[in-house]
């Protein structure tokens, strides 16, 4: 079944970084584009980033410019998002997500995984 399965999330000091993974199974992973979103307590679900299928294009919410790096690796099947220089704001519950839009749509969540930024 498909699978998409979030990892590398934790508690980490302003200034610190991390480095989320997305474990994809179940799908063709290189025909689908790859999404980190996330959801801080009370507000709604915003988009961190995209990486094109081939990974040749990206695209970042102004938020996180010049600090998070989306990347993908389409033999092993896993997406990760470098966070660098995290902020307090950044917290929240990250999630992974595959969009694939030819030959109708089709789409797939993660569980996510907490990030939390505190001193």
């Known amino acids: 079944q498909v699978q998409l399965v979030e990892s590398g999330g934790g508690l980490v000091q302003p200034g610190e970084s991390l480095r989320l993974s997305c474990a994809a199974s179940?799908?063709?992973?290189?025909?689908?584009?790859m999404s980190w979103y996330r959801q801080a307590p009370g507000k709604s679900r915003e988009l961190v980033g995209r990486i094109a299928s081939a990974g040749s294009n990206t695209n970042y919410a102004d938020s996180v410019k010049g600090r998070f790096t989306i990347s993908r690796d389409n033999v092993k099947r896993v997406v990760y998002l470098q966070m660098n220089s995290l902020k307090p704001e950044d917290t929240a519950v990250y999630y992974c997500?595959?969009?694939?839009?030819?030959?109708?749509?089709?789409?797939?969540w993660g569980q996510g995984t907490q990030v939390t930024v505190s001193s």
């Open positions: 179940g799908f063709t992973f290189s025909n689908y584009a």
């Open positions: 997500h595959a969009l694939r839009t030819t030959a109708g749509i089709s789409a797939y």
